[in-house]
């Protein structure tokens, strides 16, 4: 294909100043359908540019034009998402159902940066000392960048942009080379919605745009989403070079059930929490911990739902679509092996599945596999894909254990119907993100998303009013007015009185 999916700077498409490309593919099909740039430094040095003369303008506009900008954007992607969803299945492969399902959540941050104004007021004391006011004022940092997941190619890069473009920042986003076509459909919509050119730019490529994003003076912050290794080294070399970071990793979410909760309600939260997106979520549930003597019912009930699963390409009636690429779906295929070579109970087997979809597609069906031990790769190891791992234990002492010992902490799930247990749950847990009968506990906008231990590195979550606090800076400033008198000379530490 001839195609070249290109970068976006002033408000234009950027072809780049080399060849150097890689190929993009349909995962329902295994076809490549075009070939996205991968930027050099020079590339990443035009673009970061371009974001930092845009700066100064775009960080003095008035809250209220910048503010009308976004809710253009808000009106905008609200009336075309099926354009994007469609474009997000054809490069990432998930059904076109949760491919709406992200960009609405992302659309929620949107929303939520309409709101900013309120956000974004310092504060202010009167009198503070005799005649004194003090008071604090929130301002932008300057070019900041976002660099991004395949997994959620809209909703990710959403958690970021729309707050720190309210804030007054200017962005590059660097999108995943596996999916990065809804990249550009927003910089369009962006252009659409009357952003002035330079604020948001897009970079695309791989770890060689990344270098140059993490050492580039001009970039203030960088909010990274990826896996554990690549964050941990954006946040090391990002904050070597003096650079504000907040990098979400991997994870590997337990669902604890109890024996007195709900197994229908648990064994369909697991279904949809473990197979929705072909598990190619941050938020899935990989690890089933049953309590007690509920395990043979719990298991049969998810592997009679999971076999009902419609496995196929996402833009047909599929229930789940393929995984992103021929090697990763090899990955986890070779964990399954792995698990099975180590004693692991193949429950149900998804590696023979005849999806309903392209031939040469990238396919895996739903796997469930027992007697999971956790010295096993499938249990340590983040897989990320459709198998779901079950875990059997006595107590809930020993299912707590199992989930703070996990060196992840983004997201955990208990099922119970006993209120005092989710209550201990809650604050006993060392994860970011806890759902009580909820098993994706992915918060809401106003709130903030971020896992603990290796799942994130900064102090800073995502969106909600940490968010805001990522992307602005505080400035306190002590106002003397109306005292003639100064007070003469004094050269000692300036005191209130
Ligand atoms: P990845 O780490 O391979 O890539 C993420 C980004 O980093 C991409 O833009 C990629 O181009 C870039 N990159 C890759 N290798 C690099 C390198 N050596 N140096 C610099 N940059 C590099 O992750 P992925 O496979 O695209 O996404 C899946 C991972 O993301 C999973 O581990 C998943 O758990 C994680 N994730 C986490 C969250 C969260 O909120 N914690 C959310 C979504 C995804």
């Known amino acids: 294909m001839s195609t070249v999916i290109p970068h976006w700077v002033n408000n234009a498409e950027f072809v780049g100043h080399n060849s150097a490309s890689t190929a993009v593919t349909n995962p329902a099909t295994g076809a490549v359908t075009g070939r996205v740039a991968l930027g050099d430094s020079d590339d990443a040095r035009k673009i970061v540019d371009a974001a930092a003369v845009a700066f100064p303008a775009w960080r003095d506009i008035s809250l209220a034009k910048r503010t009308a900008i976004l809710f253009n954007f808000r009106e ?38 309409c709101g900013i104004a309120h956000l974004l007021k310092g504060g202010f004391t009167e009198n503070a000392s005799t005649k004194v006011d003090a008071h604090s004022s929130l301002q932008p940092l300057g070019p900041v960048a976002i660099i991004s997941p395949f997994n959620f190619p809209a909703m990710v890069p959403m958690w970021f942009f729309p707050i720190a473009i309210a804030a007054g920042n200017t962005v590059v986003l660097k999108p995943s080379e596996k999916d990065p076509s809804a ?45 554990t290794p690549i964050a941990q080294h954006v946040y090391t070399c990002g904050t070597a070079a003096g650079k504000r970071v907040q990098a979400l990793g991997g994870a590997k979410n337990h669902a604890v059930i109890l024996p007195d909760a709900d197994l229908d309600l648990a064994a369909d939260a697991m279904i949809n929490a473990g197979f929705g997106s072909a598990g190619e979520r941050c938020m899935a549930i990989s690890v089933v911990v049953t309590v007690g003597p509920i395990a043979d019912e719990l298991v049969a009930k998810i592997a009679e739902r999971a076999s009902a699963i419609k496995t196929g390409d996402g833009a047909l009636d599929s229930d789940m679509g393929p995984l992103v690429t021929q090697s990763h779906r090899d990955k986890v295929v070779a964990y399954i092996e792995a698990g099975e070579a180590a004693g692991a109970k193949i429950v149900l087997d998804g590696r023979d599945i005849k999806a309903d979809g392209g031939a040469d597609g990238f396919w895996l069906g ?29 107590s809930y002492d020993q299912a707590l254990d199992l989930v703070n010992t996990n060196p992840f902490g983004n ?14 749950f809650q604050n006993e847990v060392q994860v970011g993100m806890i759902g009580i009968n909820v098993a994706i506990p992915v918060p809401v906008a106003y709130y903030s998303f971020g896992g603990w231990k290796a799942s994130l590195f900064g102090d800073t979550h995502a969106h909600g009013v940490e968010g805001v606090h990522f992307f602005t800076r505080t400035k306190a400033i002590t106002t003397r007015w109306l005292d003639p008198s100064h007070r003469g000379i004094n050269l000692g530490f300036p005191e209130s009185g």
């Open 183 to 227: 990249s550009l459909w927003m910089a369009r919509l962006w252009a659409e919605a009357g952003l002035p050119p330079g604020v948001f730019n897009v970079l695309q490529g791989d770890r060689t745009a990344v270098d140059e994003l993490l050492t580039n003076s001009a970039i203030k912050a960088i909010s990274f989403v990826g896996s």
């Open 366 to 394: 739903p796997t469930l596999i027992d007697h999971v031990s956790t010295d096993m790769s499938i249990y340590t190891d983040e897989i990320f894909g459709p198998v779901l791992a079950i875990v059997r234990t006595n």
């Open 411 to 424: 997201g955990a799930a208990l099922f119970t119907n006993d209120g005092g247990a989710a209550r201990r």
């Open 76 to 113: 905008l992607l609200n009336a075309r998402k099926h354009e994007l969803s469609s474009i997000i299945t054809s490069e990432h492969g998930k059904v076109l159902s949760d491919a709406l399902g992200e960009i609405n959540r992302g659309q929620e941050v949107v929303e939520f940066a």
